[in-house]
T-cell receptor, first 116, second 111 residues
């Protein structure tokens, strides 16, 4: 299957700083990527849909000024957690689809963010 | 409201037995449903997709059923192995590539 690479896998940052997470589709072009957040023993919660060349679409309750998404190319989307707080500590996962058909999504490895 | 429900309690089975996991949904009319495996600290990995006009899908030791009348999918692992221990997520597509996940069921297979 297609490969989606997410970086970094783990990051620890201080409160008030910003952290950038990258999501790359390695062997296919992804016009759409998705960013999820997952708390322990809970489901993946969709945060936003990242569209190449246009603004991201955020789910209800997700602050777009807090979680900045940039999808500058067909193979790269970035999520920046701005002014991070301890409650932002979570597991962040991106996914991308391939082609125009409704098929399975391919997920990155996830990023464990800890804000201290 | 729309809901996807999976057994929140862990499923413990003996090696060699068949594991059966349940996914129920309400207020959705998905064109298809997927099952993913997730290991601790990792992103989900796609296993199987079943469309609304398919009753059953198989892949090696895996079998998925999809009953759109009951709004339920069953996920079976036959001849289970300790390596099958993981969390299994049910997912519905609501349009495009947008995927909504259940909370997952943790499976433990004992040797």
């Amino acid at each position: 299957g297609a490969v989606v690479s997410q970086h970094p896998s783990r990051v620890i940052c201080k409160s008030g700083t910003s952290v950038k997470i990258e999501c790359r589709s390695l062997d296919f072009q992804a016009t759409t990527m998705f960013w999820y957040r997952q708390f322990p023993k809970q489901s993946l919660m969709l945060m936003a849909t990242s569209n190449e060349g246009s603004k991201a679409t955020y789910e209800q309750g997700v602050e777009k000024d807090k979680f900045l998404i940039n999808h500058a190319s067909l193979t790269l989307s970035t999520l920046t957690v701005t002014s991070a707080h301890p409650e932002d500590s979570s597991f962040y996962i991106c996914s991308a689809g391939q082609g125009n058909m409704n098929t399975e999504a391919f997920f990155g490895q996830g990023t464990r963010l800890t804000v201290v | 409201s729309q809901k996807i429900e999976q057994n929140s309690e862990a499923l413990n089975i003996q090696e060699g037995k068949t594991a059966t996991l349940t996914c129920n949904y309400t207020n959705y009319s998905p064109a298809y449903l997927q099952w993913y495996r997730q290991d601790p600290g990792r992103g989900p990995v796609f296993l199987l997709l079943i469309r609304e006009n398919e009753k059953e899908k198989r892949k090696e030791r895996l079998k998925v059923t999809f009953d759109t009348t009951l709004k339920q999918s069953l996920f079976h692992i036959t001849a289970s192995q300790p390596a099958d221990s993981a969390t299994y997520l049910c997912a519905l597509h609501t349009g495009g590539f947008k995927t909504i996940f259940g909370a997952g069921t943790r499976l433990f297979v004992k040797a």
